[in-house]
């Protein structure tokens, strides 16, 4: 077992959990360093949210986990001043109203500035008047948006962050999270089913399984190690196959394979060769019925 990075924002090594007799977490290494968005990325129930609440302090667990150098269950309250955690915004108290919700939040976080989420919301139709229950999607993007850009905090944790919001009003939320809050001391870490509406944003991706980290990567190596071949000429997808594929389906009468590893200089004669999308990498790595390579790190 390798040592935790001493410059990393979370470190964890041999992290497990069970439940009963259930074990739900298979023993999770992973360094996640400051400045960087990653995607952790699973099916339900694959062990995202686990993972979440060992790293916020919100469960116990075995092995180690490491944030901002600190226990997380043990000393969650000192680590909380650095640490924010925002949910989907139906978590939003819809009894309050504007101005209470941000006066709440300062009670709880020491570094939620109430004047800076208020500021975010010039320009808007939200009044600090307003109760959050009469506020349209939109409107309630924005007032999380506003409140999540709000917190000084050096990890932010979005589970599901625009749930339940149209496409419009979700591509919004993560261009101004990007654009506006963003810095190279602050990380992010995000889980959503819609994957490819943050593929641009994110500069690693975590794919997790049934309790194990199966991928765990820099999106720029995405390309170097993944190949996605299109074959539209039949006689040549036994040929292809014979390079083994992790994965191939047939989608509108075409073969579509990706590749783990091979060259993409192997494959050009054969199709159309390209990289493949972080969804259809999803989809092939946690599938893959046609072989089971060893895991990425």
């Not at 001493?6 to 400045?35: C, M, N, W, Y």
């Not at 919001?165 to 963003?182: C, H, N």
């Given at each position: 077992?390798?040592?935790?990075?001493?410059?990393?924002?979370?470190?964890?090594?041999?992290?497990?959990?069970?439940?009963?007799?259930?074990?739900?977490?298979?023993?999770?290494?992973?360094?996640?360093?400051?400045?960087?968005?990653?995607?952790?990325?699973?099916?339900?129930?694959?062990?995202?949210?686990?993972?979440?609440?060992?790293?916020?302090?919100?469960?116990?667990?075995?092995?180690?986990?490491?944030?901002?150098?600190?226990?997380?269950?043990?000393?969650?309250?000192?680590?909380?001043?650095?640490?924010?955690?925002?949910?989907?915004?139906?978590?939003?108290?819809?009894?309050?109203?504007?101005?209470?919700?941000?006066?709440?939040?300062?009670?709880?976080?020491?570094?939620?500035?109430?004047?800076?989420?208020?500021?975010?919301?010039?320009?808007?139709?939200?009044?600090?008047?307003?109760?959050?229950?009469?506020?349209?999607?939109?409107?309630?993007?924005?007032?999380?948006?506003?409140?999540?850009?709000?917190?000084?905090?050096?990890?932010?944790?979005?589970?599901?962050?625009?749930?339940?919001?149209?496409?419009?009003?979700?591509?919004?939320?993560?261009?101004?999270?990007?654009?506006?809050?963003?810095?190279?001391?602050?990380?992010?870490?995000?889980?959503?089913?819609?994957?490819d509406e943050i593929e641009f944003m994110l500069t690693d991706i975590m794919f997790i399984r049934d309790g194990s980290l199966i991928l765990h990567m820099p999106m720029e190596k995405v390309s170097e190690k993944f190949t996605q071949l299109v074959i539209e000429d039949a006689d040549k997808a036994d040929a292809a196959r014979a390079?083994?594929?992790?994965?191939?389906?047939?989608?509108?009468?075409?073969?579509?394979?990706?590749?783990?590893?091979?060259?993409?200089?192997?494959?050009?004669?054969?199709?159309?060769?390209?990289?493949?999308?972080?969804?259809?990498?999803?989809?092939?790595?946690?599938?893959?019925?046609?072989?089971?390579?060893?895991?990425?790190?």
């Amino acid at each position: 077992m390798s040592e935790p990075t001493s410059l990393a924002i979370v470190s964890a090594r041999g992290l497990r959990k069970r439940f009963g007799r259930k074990e739900i977490l298979h023993g999770l290494d992973f360094d996640i360093p400051a400045g960087r968005i990653y995607g952790l990325i699973g099916h339900n129930g694959a062990g995202k949210t686990t993972t979440l609440n060992a790293m916020l302090g919100l469960t116990s667990y075995q092995g180690s986990i490491r944030v901002l150098g600190q226990d997380p269950f043990a000393s969650r309250a000192r680590l909380m001043q650095d640490v924010a955690f925002i949910s989907d915004v139906a978590s939003l108290p819809r009894f309050l109203r504007a101005r209470e919700l941000f006066a709440m939040l300062g009670d709880i976080h020491p570094n939620f500035s109430a004047e800076k989420a208020a500021s975010f919301l010039q320009g808007t139709d939200i009044r600090p008047e307003m109760k959050i229950r009469t506020l349209s999607k939109g409107m309630l993007a924005q007032l999380h948006l506003a409140v999540v850009m709000a917190i000084d905090a050096r990890l932010l944790v979005l589970d599901e962050p625009t749930l339940g919001l149209d496409i419009t009003y979700r591509k919004r939320f993560y261009k101004r999270l990007l654009e506006d809050y963003m810095t190279g001391e602050r990380t992010l870490i995000i889980t959503t089913h819609q994957v490819d509406e943050i593929e641009f944003m994110l500069t690693d991706i975590m794919f997790i399984r049934d309790g194990s980290l199966i991928l765990h990567m820099p999106m720029e190596k995405v390309s170097e190690k993944f190949t996605q071949l299109v074959i539209e000429d039949a006689d040549k997808a036994d040929a292809a196959r014979a390079l083994h594929p992790a994965y191939e389906e047939t989608r509108f009468g075409q073969t579509v394979m990706i590749f783990d590893g091979v060259e993409p200089g192997r494959l050009g004669p054969l199709g159309r060769v390209s990289t493949p999308t972080i969804s259809d990498l999803f989809v092939a790595l946690m599938q893959r019925p046609t072989a089971n390579p060893e895991p990425a790190r």
